[in-house]
């Protein structure tokens, strides 16, 4: 299993940290159904699936958890009346993008043998003749 390096790009810890911080400044504010808006949820949503996207480059590993995690928020997206996210994934499509066990292919039963059977050898054609028959 491939581990995290322990520095991080320019930018990113930093970044990162900011939105833990926010996130949890959101939890603080937003702690009842009656705090958010429509507008609020969407805003919210939209910050997470973008993070879940960002979060998918991490480690080959996150790329499935983190499809997992876009595809829910965009059932969320469709349970609370929300327009679909731009990049939303949409049904069994998205599976095409996972790594897929590879499945060897179904072998295709070969056709039976028509014409003059399995102990066929040719015609033999006298040393005198030729193969026309002239």
Not at 17 to 27: G, I, K, P, S
Not at 34 to 61: G, I
């Amino acid at each position: 299993m491939k581990s995290l390096p322990t520095v991080a790009a320019p930018g990113v810890a930093e970044r990162a940290e900011a939105l833990a911080d926010a996130a949890c400044e959101l939890h603080d504010a937003a702690g009842t159904p009656d705090a958010w808006s429509a507008a609020a949820v969407e805003d919210a949503v939209e910050a997470m699936e973008t993070t879940a996207f960002a979060l998918a480059a991490a480690h080959p590993d996150a790329a499935a958890a983190m499809l997992a995690v876009r595809q829910q928020l965009a059932q969320l997206r469709e349970r609370l009346g929300l327009p679909p996210g731009e990049d939303a994934p949409a049904g069994p499509d998205v599976e095409e993008h996972q790594e897929q066990p590879v499945v060897p292919p179904t072998p295709i039963r070969p056709r039976q043998r028509r014409g003059l059977g399995p102990g066929y050898q040719g015609l033999r054609i006298p040393p005198g003749r030729t193969a026309t028959g002239r």
